[in-house]
């Protein structure tokens, strides 16, 4: 039986996550999206590290390193550097509701990778809810642009793009995470995506400056909430439900950010609404349970 903790566990990663679509407008205003990306998540690995040395899992993260360093960088660098390389660009274009509402399609997309490269059976109800979901998708995209009429942008695609990294983390955390200290582990994913994104934002000549007060503490507060403490408990979510149940609370993202967007006074409109009800029904049929037929004594 999963302890309840679990799912309040996966709940609130969905509750910091959809709060990142809306802390990383602020951002933006003053860092590059690869200095940003970088500099969340250096931020996030240092503070872990610091955690991980005060519970005495120091020595600990040395040998998990040692015996599966490959393994924890390839996690990383698909779904820290990868993922946060094109939401961070996506975000600059494209709206929070729209960036979170193309991201509630990943349990569908995770179970596809899951059935594709861990060999899990995909449900009949999976299957006929993607191109649902696809379609509710396709209309959040193209109508959910205010004033700007039936298009897709750059952003939407990037987040497309992030939406498939994400789905590839899920599936390498499960199939990749060696068991031992989740907090170890979690570090060393971090590390190697903060490496790759601080290597990409040199090379790729990005203008490295300090945030003012506001994206300051934006980027801070997406470092401990949305990168520290979300990342450890998905990742323990995952470890105790699998990636396909876990996925499902990925739901919540688009709610909470939607919710956060309105109190900001960012209010969704009625593509993005209607769009957003077809993905999470969508979503939510096909990871419904089948019904047992019985059968007459």
């Not at 959809?18 to 951002?27: H, Q």
């Not at 599966?68 to 975000?91: E, K, T, W, Y």
């Not at 004033?147 to 990749?176: C, F, H, I, Q, T």
Request: one cysteine or more; charged letters at 10%.
């Amino acid at each position: 039986m999963i302890p309840a903790r679990i799912y309040l566990f996966a709940a609130f990663a969905a509750l910091f996550w959809g709060a990142n679509f809306n802390l990383a407008g602020p951002v933006l205003v003053d860092m590059a999206p690869m200095a940003a990306a970088a500099g969340r998540f250096l931020l996030a690995a240092l503070i872990m590290l610091v955690v991980v040395v005060g519970r005495g899992e120091g020595l600990a993260m040395l040998e998990i390193a040692r015996r599966h360093g490959l393994r924890l960088s390839i996690v990383g660098i698909v779904g820290i550097a990868g993922f946060n390389l094109l939401f961070f660009d996506a975000m600059r274009s494209t709206s929070a509701v729209n960036g979170a509402l193309i991201m509630a399609t990943n349990p569908l997309l995770t179970a596809l990778l899951a059935a594709l490269t861990l060999g899990e059976k995909i449900p009949s109800r999976q299957i006929a809810a993607l191109p649902v979901a696809l379609g509710g998708v396709a209309l959040v995209i193209l109508g959910g642009r205010n004033g700007g009429g039936l298009s897709m942008g750059l952003g939407d695609a990037e987040m497309l793009g992030a939406n498939l990294a994400w789905a590839a983390y899920n599936v390498l955390a499960r199939k990749l995470m060696p068991p031992g200290p989740q907090f170890a582990n979690v570090t060393l994913v971090m590390a190697a995506g903060a490496l790759v994104l601080t290597l990409a934002a040199l090379a790729g000549g990005s203008e490295i400056a300090l945030p003012g007060p506001r994206a300051g503490a934006a980027l801070l507060t997406m470092a401990v909430t949305g990168s520290v403490l979300a990342y450890l408990f998905w990742s323990m979510a995952i470890t105790r439900m699998g990636a396909g149940r876990t996925s499902l609370f990925l739901n919540l993202v688009p709610v909470f950010a939607a919710i956060i967007a309105s109190l900001g006074g960012d209010v969704p409109n009625p593509a993005q609404l209607g769009g957003g009800m077809v993905v999470i029904m969508a979503v939510l049929y096909s990871m419904a349970p089948a019904r047992q037929r019985t059968c007459p004594a």
